[in-house]
């Protein structure tokens, strides 16, 4: 059950919750002015506390919630969001030695482990977690953006073929859905309202991983769609 008397949120997440986006005129990474946090925020009148950090994985992020645990003391639900960086590569480990055993970030089977034990806790806690699903990547893009001044030739040794990466992000995102069934914890699925949309590439940056400002319009969309969040 909701406590409606508690009308805090917490995210946990990483640049995607952060609010991370590529300036393709700056050439850098920079925050957007509202990412779709903020956008839920002043629609429905809530507080929430968007401890996400860019980079974070799962397992930095059960770091930041062990430290950040009496801040959701009046949390009525706590947003996980992770499982972009988990499964990412050292490519340019890759790009020297693709025969080599290389392995992602966090990689699957404890990725699966480490995201349970975050539930439980944020369970443990008296909070609610909702997990988010993984926005799609553009993994043409993707390959393009993590293959710059690299061997692109041994990172296709690597893969097989480009569209290997998408297929292992879906993977992950397959794995949050598992976690949520048997964890008995509800999962938005933010990943097909992006995959509903003829060009996907409207809504994610020239890295081909981060949503940009339409593509944070949509996950607002899709989360006060949803009926989860009250207004107060």
């Known amino acids: 059950m909701i406590d409606l008397k508690k009308t805090k949120i917490a995210i946990f997440g990483d640049s995607v919750s952060k609010g991370i986006v590529y300036d393709d005129i700056k050439k850098k990474y920079r925050k957007v002015k509202k990412n779709f946090v903020d ?27 062990r430290k950040n645990v009496d801040k959701i003391k009046n949390c009525s639900i ?34 699966r482990e480490e995201y349970e034990r975050l539930i439980k806790a944020v369970k443990a806690a008296n909070c609610v977690p909702v997990l988010l699903s993984l926005p799609p990547i553009d993994y043409l893009r993707f390959f393009e953006w993590v293959s710059q001044g690299l061997s692109r030739e041994n990172i296709l040794k690597f893969l097989g073929n480009k569209d290997f990466i998408y297929r292992w992000h ?63």
């Open 39 to 65: 956008i839920i925020s002043e629609s429905k009148g809530l507080v929430i506390d968007n401890l996400s950090k860019f980079g974070c994985t799962v397992s930095k992020g059960i770091e930041i919630f």
């Open 78 to 111: 706590v947003v996980l969001e992770f499982g972009g960086n988990d499964c990412n590569f050292k490519w340019s480990e890759i790009a020297r030695d693709p025969y080599a055993e290389h392995e992602s970030a966090v990689p699957p089977e404890r990725f």
């Open 170 to 232: 879906e993977m992950y995102n397959d794995i949050i859905f598992d976690l949520a069934q048997r964890e008995s914890v509800m999962v938005l699925d933010i990943r097909r309202i992006f995959l509903s949309h003829r060009n996907i590439q409207d809504y994610i940056c020239t890295d081909g991983m981060h949503p940009n400002e339409k593509g944070h319009e949509l996950i607002s969309k899709a989360l006060l769609d949803c009926g989860l969040i009250p207004d107060l």
